[in-house]
């Protein structure tokens, strides 16, 4: 059940370390891939938010589907098959232009969710470095 999910500790690494390498290596993809440091800041933050709202509310089925066909995320996530591997890692499936949260592990989401969250961090500390030379 769900629920059961919500309650097991989050120092349980559901990964093997080959999973945990290739996560940390769709993330280095992601960043060499978008070479402008807004675009790949932009994509970590929606990544972030987009398992941040499924950790927050697991139940709540909205957070369940990402439509690949939404503007933003076309923009920032549908274009980078780095991206879209990242969020599969996780649990979603690609189902036409729709990837469904179909195998939710809440330990594999958190995990992602903190690799997420710090290539955000260093996206936008890059973003912001760079700005400050112009």
């Known amino acids: 059940m769900l629920i059961d999910k919500i309650k097991q500790p989050h120092n349980m690494f559901t990964f093997s370390k080959q ?3 290739q996560a940390e290596k769709l993330i280095v993809q992601i960043r060499s891939s978008i070479l402008v440091s807004k675009k790949c800041t932009k994509c970590f933050k929606i990544i972030k938010t987009l398992l941040s709202n499924i950790l927050k509310s697991p139940e709540n089925k909205q ?3 990402i439509k690949l066909t939404n503007k933003t995320i076309q923009e920032n996530i549908a274009k980078y098959d780095a991206a879209v591997k990242l969020l599969m890692f996780t649990g979603f499936k690609r189902k036409g232009q729709e990837l469904n949260l179909v195998d939710f592990q809440y330990d594999r989401v958190f995990e992602i969710q903190k690799m997420a969250n710090s ?3 260093i996206a936008s500390m890059i973003s912001n ?4 030379l112009i």
């Open 19 to 21: 999973e945990k390498a």
């Open 63 to 65: 957070f369940h589907t």
């Open 119 to 121: 290539a955000y961090m």
């Open 129 to 132: 470095f760079i700005k400050s």
